[in-house]
C-alpha cells in the first residue's frame, strides 16, 4: 500500500515537475545571456491553450505541441524585440505579457469551449519502458511517463553541452556578463539575446503544451497556476547551473506532488496548506538564495554600443 | 605604402565637434603615435577605425580597398585590432574561453587556442597561463592577453588605446617593446597616449591631435620634443613649468619643484595616523593587509602604487565609504574608523572621491546645489530654503576658485571636467572645521590647465598648514606635488622617500614589490 502511493507520489512529482523543467532551462539560458523573461508564465499557458485546441481540431496532439510552441515563440519574438531592440523595461514587458496571455486564453476558452468546459482533449498516452520499471521503488513512476517528459531531461543535457561546449554557449555567457567585451569581441550582442529569448520560447511552448496535452488532456483557466514564476525561481534557486536548475525543478514538483500524497496517508495537514507550499519553498529559496548566488552582470541590462 | 589611409574625416556628437577634418596615413611596419591631450579626439579616431563610431563626413581606406565598418565585427574581419583604455574582457570567464570569443567554430576547440598561444609566446614573449581566470590576474597580464587576443587572427593593423596609463614602469618597457616586434614584422601600430616619454622612445612618427583637429604630423627621428609638447598644449612648456613637463612626462627630466615654492613647511603633528589597517572585501580577499601611516599638519603624502594594490579602498575607508576589518584611524584625535562620512567630515576631513562622477557630485542638480550638499540646513530659514543666499555664497566660492559655468544655477553636468573637479576641492576646502584633506586621483581626465589649478589649490592648501594624503596612479604628478611617497603593495606600505630623493626608478622597484633599499 505505502509502496503503491509512493510511486504515484515519485510519478505525479515527476509529472509536475516536467513543465518547469522545460521553462527553467530555457529561461537559464535566455538569463545566461542577460534577459529575464517574466512573461515565462505568459507563454506557456498561450502554449497550452493553442496546443489544447489545435489538438482538438486536428485529433493530432503532436500537431498541438507544435501549435503551442509556435504561439510561445512568436510571444518570445516580441518580447525580444521589446527588451533586446527596444531596451524597454524586462520587468514591465513581462508583467505585460502575463496579464494579456491570461485575460485571452481565459476570453477565448470560455468563447469556443464554453464556461466551465471538461471536454477531453487527444493527448499523448504514456510510455511504458519496461527496462527502466526494473529499477526498484522509483522505476515505475520513471517508466511510465509521456515522451515529452523524457525530452524535458533530454533539453537539459542539451542546455549543459551548448553552454560548456560550443561557441554559441560561450557567445550568451560572455553577452550575459560582460555585453561591452562581448561586443567588441565581434559578437552580435542583439543576435546573442534574440537566439536566448526565443530559446526560452520555445521551451516554455513545450512546457505549456506538456500540461494540456500530455498531463491533464484537458485546458482549464490559468492552468499554469504560476509555474512559469516558478521556473523563474528554480533558475534563481539553481545558480543558473542546468542541473541545480533542474534539481530545484524537482523540489517544486515534488513539493506539489505532496497535496495527492498527504491526505492518501491521511495524515491530518490542511490542503490548503499543500497548495501553498511550493510557493512557499520558492519565497524561501529566493531569500535566501538570491544575492548569494551570483548572478549574469548584466542581467536586465540593454545594452547600447558607446564609446 | 599605406595601410590605413583617412581623409576628411568628421565626427560630431551633438553640437560638439569631437573630429574636425582629420586626413591621415599610417605606413605599412610602423609605430604611429597619436598625441594629444584629454578630449583632443584621440580616442574617437580610433573608435571611427575600430567601427565603434561611424564617421559624419570622410573616407576611410584600408590597404587600398574603402574601409567603412559598421562595427567591430567588421573591423576585425578586415584585419584591424584595437586594445582599448578599459580592458574589453570577460571577467569571470578563464583566458582560453576570452581567446576563444567570437571565433568563428561551432563547437569550441580550447586546444588550437592553447596551440596558437604557444606560438605568439614564442614569437613575442607573450607568455599566459591559458586555465587562469581573468578575474585573478594583474592589470599588466589582463593587456597581455588582450594583446594575445589582437594578435591571434594576424591583424594588419593593432590600435592600442593609451596602453600605458596602468603600468608600471617594468611593464610599460615591455610593452613597448612589443609594439616594436610587432612592427617589424610588417604590421602596422597606432598608440594613442599623452605621454611624451613613450613617443620617442617607440614610435616611428607622431601625429599630434589638439581639439579634434591635426597639428602635424613629424617623423620622430631627430624631432624636437619641446615643439611637440607646444603642439600639444597649444603653449610654451617653459612658461607652464614643471607642472606640465610633469604631466606629460618629458623623457629624462626629473621634475623638480617650481621656483617659489617654498618646499614642504616642516611638517607639524600628525593629523591623520592610521595603524594597521586590515580591509577585506566581500569576498574575504585582503584589500589593505596592516598598513601604518602618519600625515603630519602641512606636509602632503602621496601614495604610488600599481592600481589594484589597495588605494581605492583606503580612498573608500579614510571617505567612510567601506568599514575597515581592522585597525584604527584616528584624524586630529579622533577615531573616526568605521564612522559615516557625517562623522568623519564633522571630524575636520575633507575628501576628494576617485570617481567624481558616482560620489563626488550630483550631476542633474545645479553647481550651487552640489556646493552646499552638506550644508543644506546652512540656507534654511523656517524650514525654508534661501536660494537668493545659497546663490550669492556659491557666486563667491565659484569666484575664489576659479569654477568657468555661466550661472551657479547650471547643471553639474554642464560643466567640464576640470571646473567639475574645481567645483569639489571648493566644497571640500570650505569646509570648516578642516585639517585633513585626501585627494585621490584627482587629475584623471583632466586637461593641463586644470591640472595646474588643482595642484596649486592642493599646495596652497599645504601651507595653510592642512595634512595632505594624495593617491594618484600618475607617478609623474606624486613626484612634482608630494613632500613625501608611501608606496603601496597587495595592501601594505614597502617604502617611503622623501622629496628631494624621489626617482621613478626606486619608485618604479618598490611599486613591484621590491622594498626600498
Known sequence: ?307 | MAVLELSGLTKRFGAFTALDDISLQIERGEVHCLLGENGAGKSTLCNLVFGVHRPDAGTMTLGGEPFHPRGPAEALQRGVVMVHQHFSLVPNMSVAENLMLGRASAVLKPQDIIVRMEQLAAEYGLEIDPEARIEDLSVGERQRVEIIKCLLGDPQLLVLDEPTAVLQPDEIDALLAICRQVALRGKSVILVTHKLGEISRVADRTTVLRQGRIIETVAMEGADIRSLVRSMVGRDVQSAGSVLAAAVDIEGKTPVKPSGDAGPASPGEAVLEISDLVYRDPHGVPRLDGLSLTVGTGEIVGIAGVEGNGQTELGLILAGLAAPSAGAIVVGGTSVGGCSPQEITDAGVGIVPEDRHAVACIKELSVAENLFLGAIGKFSRFGLLDKSARRKAAEAMMRDFDVRASSPDVSMASLSGGNQQKAVLARELSLDPLVFLLAAQPTRGLDVGAIEAVYNRIRAARDDGLGVLLISSELEELMAVSDRIAVIYRGKLVGELAAGSFSREAIGAMMSGHAHV
Open chain 1, 1 to 307: 500500500m505505502i509502496d503503491e502511493q509512493m510511486a504515484v507520489f515519485i510519478g505525479s512529482g515527476l509529472r509536475l515537475a516536467v513543465p518547469i523543467i522545460f521553462a527553467a532551462t530555457g529561461e537559464m539560458l535566455s538569463e545566461r545571456a542577460g534577459v529575464l523573461n517574466l512573461s515565462l508564465d505568459g507563454m506557456m499557458l498561450m502554449s497550452a491553450f493553442t496546443a489544447a485546441l489545435a489538438s482538438w481540431a486536428t485529433g493530432s496532439p503532436l500537431i498541438g505541441v507544435a501549435a503551442g510552441v509556435l504561439v510561445a515563440t512568436a510571444l518570445a519574438a516580441v518580447q525580444a524585440v521589446l527588451s533586446v531592440t527596444l531596451r524597454a523595461n524586462q520587468l514591465v514587458v513581462g508583467i505585460g505579457f502575463n496579464i494579456l496571455a491570461l485575460g485571452s486564453t481565459t476570453f477565448l476558452y470560455r468563447e469556443i469551449f464554453g464556461p466551465l468546459s471538461r471536454d477531453p482533449i487527444p493527448g499523448f498516452a504514456q510510455l511504458n519502458l519496461p527496462w527502466l520499471a526494473h529499477i526498484p521503488v522509483i522505476g515505475p513512476a520513471l517508466a511510465n511517463q509521456t515522451g515529452l517528459a523524457y525530452v524535458s531531461i533530454l533539453m537539459v543535457v542539451v542546455t549543459w553541452l551548448i553552454l560548456k561546449y560550443t561557441s554559441f554557449g560561450l557567445a550568451v555567457r560572455a553577452v550575459g556578463e560582460d555585453p561591452r567585451a562581448a561586443d567588441k569581441a565581434g559578437i552580435s550582442v542583439a543576435k546573442t539575446r534574440y537566439l536566448g529569448v526565443l530559446y526560452a520560447g520555445i521551451l516554455a511552448g513545450l512546457g505549456g503544451a506538456f500540461m494540456s496535452v500530455a498531463d491533464s488532456n484537458t485546458f482549464t483557466e490559468n492552468m499554469t497556476k504560476g509555474a512559469g514564476y516558478l521556473a523563474i525561481t528554480a533558475v534563481i534557486f539553481g545558480g543558473w547551473n542546468p542541473w541545480y536548475t533542474l534539481a530545484a525543478c524537482l523540489l517544486f514538483g515534488f513539493a506539489t506532488a505532496l497535496q495527492f500524497l498527504v491526505p492518501a496517508l491521511q495524515l491530518d495537514v490542511p490542503v490548503a496548506l499543500l497548495l501553498l507550499l511550493p510557493y512557499l519553498l520558492a519565497l524561501v529559496a529566493i531569500a535566501g538564495f538570491v544575492g548569494k548566488s551570483r548572478q549574469p552582470s548584466a542581467l536586465t541590462i540593454p545594452f547600447e554600443r558607446g564609446g
